[in-house]
């Protein structure tokens, strides 16, 4: 049996009483590992010395390091775990830019100018990694599929169809406006109110896109040492000291590419845990559900996000076959049951007819927020990064991880600075009273819970 096809193979068990159906084999391990497994530990030590250490083996390291190492550097990456442990191999799959933009709060924050450079790098972030994506060695399964925006209430069409006619088209932004009337060409559920339609987004296998890009930045030269934590560094640029759980590197340059997880990483980038929020993000695979049924309820097989406060983002497996649904179970970490009874409870509320349908995978994985809201590029205290995708990081955590090793490889030929981004206007700034604990989410969700209540959302039944 091929990887691929044990991913569509799902246990069987007859459902027992009400509320959630667990497969006989329910794991807690993502769907999209069983066609591209961890790899197991390798042994291998980091080499003494480096021209650069990159800590974290994710979208944004490995593409850093691909680059470095295209370039003729000398590339270390040390992952604490397997290489992509964290949300690369862990997120939903979908690619794209701009259906969360919104164009006044940025301008109020930094001008309208740099605000619009910002959301011009999203956009070219997403064409940028889709160029990647056709030179890897391994196909991730990337598919132009267009993301439905569902509106939760009558009140969030009204937004949505504004932000469409008055921002979309200065920022160059395609989307289609779809009243509730028309919206069965997309969904196959009457719960929305209408929504939004971006012809651009698209699907991918996360797990196999990262491989492949593992594989071309070890084809490039870069050294991956896996289950080595950085448990310490010392030094500055030029002569970095790092102590790792196999043992020390000297670089002359480091790269922390750790997003969701800086907080793992304790005092040796409490730097990074000070600016970011960590945020979990819950996904649930279901039992196949046969051809004709995913037809009726994916007419268009595309992306689905809505408006919600729980956030739902859901689609249909690369194959087809299942459904693979996430969202906002909690703010803050859950056991992957209870995160998964929560997310099938979203599920229900658009899809009600499924409730005889079992669950075979619920895992979670950590996104980054940062507090303006916009990714950062760049270097703090000498030690270079790039994170803070707020959700979006499939296109654009390769794209900064390209950008950040233009500026380690400096200036072009002609003396032309390398790596400039529309996120350079954006300080990083450490927030006062915060050390990585996000203890105010908590007091969040209520609030989000409460306004979405205001607005008109209907409330998610518990099954």
Known sequence: ???????????????????????????????????????????????AEADVAIVGAGFTGLSAALHLAEAGRRVVVLEAGP?????????????????????????????????????????????????????????????QTGRFLGAGS????????????DEAPALGMEVEVVPAAEQAAHIGSELYRGGLYFPNHGLLHPALFHKGLLEAAR???????????????????????????????????LVWAGNGYAARGGRAFARFARRLIPVPSF?????????????????GGHAHVDTRAAHSYYRPCPWGERILWGGRASLL????????????????????????????????????FSFDGVPHIGQIDGVWHACG???SGVAMAPYLGMRLAERLLGPDQGGAVRGSTGFDAARFRAQPLYGGNPWFLRGLEIYYRTRERLEGVARIPRN
């Open 389 to 391: 995708y707020n959700g």
């Open 219 to 253: 084809n490039a030269g870069a050294e991956v040492i896996d289950h080595a934590a950085v448990t310490a560094i010392a030094g500055a640029p030029g002569a970095w000291r790092l102590a790792t759980a196999k043992g020390p590197l000297t670089a002359r340059e």
């Open 83 to 143: 290489p992509g442990a964290g949300a690369s191999t862990r997120n939903g799959g979908m690619i794209g830019w701009g259906h969360k933009a919104r164009l006044a709060p940025l301008a109020k924050r930094y001008g309208e100018g740099p605000a619009r450079a910002m959301l011009r790098e999203a956009q070219t972030s997403l064409n940028w990694t889709r160029a990647l994506l056709g030179r890897l060695p391994v196909d991730a399964l990337h598919r």
């Open 1 to 47: 049996m091929t990887t691929a096809t044990a991913a569509r193979t799902a246990p069987r068990a007859a459902a027992t009483g009400p509320g959630p159906a667990w497969a006989a084999e329910m794991t807690e391990t993502p769907f999209w590992h069983a066609a591209a497994p961890p790899e197991p530990p390798s042994g291998r030590a980091p080499p």
């Open 283 to 299: 996904i649930i695979a279901t039992e196949p559900v046969g051809e004709n049924r995913m037809r009726s309820l994916f007419p």
């Open 333 to 368: 970490p859950l056991p992957p049951r209870v995160a998964a009874a929560r997310l099938r409870d979203q599920m229900l509320s658009v899809y009600p007819e499924l409730g005889d349908l079992r669950l075979t995978h619920s895992w979670t994985g950590n996104v980054a």
């Open 154 to 165: 009558a009140l969030h069409f009204e937004r949505l169809a504004a932000w469409a006619r």
